[in-house]
């Protein structure tokens, strides 16, 4: 299983930017998707997170500015991010809780990172 997100970049604050990932591979099924995010010097924190029964869930400091999408059938979350702050700054992370199978082990819970996509923005 692979993730593979895109649209990170240089925007000034106020802007907006897109993120998009996608997974592929074999999975049985999908739990959550959803975007964490590192800052330098700080750990790993919650974004947005967007469950299959369509509950959604976000970081205080991105609500009202953030909204986290996907599609079911393709196996995609976005991030769509408005308002920037400087302070949101940071490589952000596709997340995915999954339900996996195997014959020997039967179901089990699993979960998978993207590889991070910067994003920067200038004051």
């Known amino acids: 299983v692979q993730l593979q997100a895109s649209g990170g970049g240089l925007v000034q604050a106020g802007g907006s930017l897109r993120l998009s990932c996608a997974v592929f591979?074999?999975?049985?099924?999908?739990?959550?998707m959803g975007w964490y995010r590192q800052a330098p010097g700080n750990q790993r924190e919650l974004v947005a997170t967007?469950?299959?029964?369509?509950?959604?869930n976000y970081a205080d400091s991105v609500k009202g500015r953030f909204t986290v999408s996907r599609d079911n059938a393709k196996n995609t979350v976005d991030l769509q991010m408005s308002s920037l702050k400087p302070e949101d700054t940071a490589v952000y992370y596709c997340h995915v809780r999954s339900i996996d199978y195997d014959r020997a082990l039967g179901f089990f819970e699993d979960e998978y990172w993207g590889p991070g996509t910067l994003v920067t923005v200038s004051s």
């Open positions: 591979g074999d999975i049985y099924s999908i739990n959550l």
């Open positions: 967007y469950e299959t029964g369509g509950t959604t």
